[in-house]
């Protein structure tokens, strides 16, 4: 069973810093894996979407990468914005079992 | 493009009552997912139909949750009875095929609180 965990769970950071944010899994057979972002109250609105042979996927300032054999992927935000808060979840996708959740990060940029 | 549409947004009732969700997908998406999100969790699948066949339910509580989706578009959610734990917001979304390396795209949500 697919067991997903994000560290950290909360970070408070000032605009304009780098960031990373972590998922860890313990089933690597992914096909795929998902970064979404959360807002309050809101569904979740998909960012990236890595498929298991690459190692890297980038969008605008985002830029995420994935090693599958460790069971890992990363998330990086550059030059962070007030904007980014929001909770960020990463969602490893093992076939024919669809995606598993993490618990989430969740992120406050302060202007 | 309209997004997946969900009905009602928010909902109180009391333990032991009935409740029902629906979700309207995006036009063309033939697979759809209804996710449970517990406050402070990831979400949760609990049943994945691609078009109006039950692929995946598993994790569906069957005693007392039900889903259909009659003619392989919209779905119908339906807790009977609810319980305390049942407070959760459930998520609907939809794809266009799941065995392709296709995204999902989310409703806003239905937020439930049982009293």
């Known amino acids: 069973k697919q067991e997903v965990t994000q560290i950290p769970a909360a970070l408070s950071v000032p605009e304009g810093e780098n960031l990373v944010l972590n998922c860890s899994f313990t089933d690597s057979a992914i096909y795929n894996l998902q970064w979404f972002r959360q807002d309050p109250g809101k569904g979740l609105t998909s960012l990236l979407l890595?498929?298991?042979?690459?190692r890297e996927q980038t969008s605008g300032r985002l830029n995420a990468s994935l090693d599958k054999s460790s069971g890992r992927s990363t998330l990086y935000i550059a030059a962070s914005q007030p904007g980014d808060s929001a909770t960020y979840l990463c969602?490893?996708?093992?076939?024919?079992?669809?995606?598993?959740f993490g618990p989430g990060t969740r992120l406050s940029v302060l202007p | 493009e309209a997004g997946v549409a969900q009905s009602p947004r928010y909902k109180i009732i009391e333990k032991r009552q009935s409740v029902a969700f629906w979700c309207n997908p995006i036009s063309g998406h033939a697979t759809l997912y209804w996710y449970q999100q517990i406050l402070g969790q990831g979400p949760k699948l609990l049943i994945q139909f691609q078009n109006n066949g039950v692929v995946d339910d598993s994790q569906l509580p069957k005693d007392r949750f039900s889903a259909e989706r009659l003619k392989g578009v919209d779905s119908t959610l339906k807790i009977q009875p609810a319980k305390l734990e049942d407070s959760a917001v459930y998520l609907c979304?939809?794809?266009?095929?799941?065995?392709?390396?296709?995204?999902?795209?989310f409703g806003p949500g239905t937020r439930l609180t049982v009293l």
């Open positions: 890595i498929q298991s042979s690459q």
């Open positions: 969602a490893p996708d093992n076939y024919g079992q669809n995606f598993v």
């Open positions: 979304a939809s794809s266009l095929d799941p065995a392709s390396t296709d995204t999902q795209y």
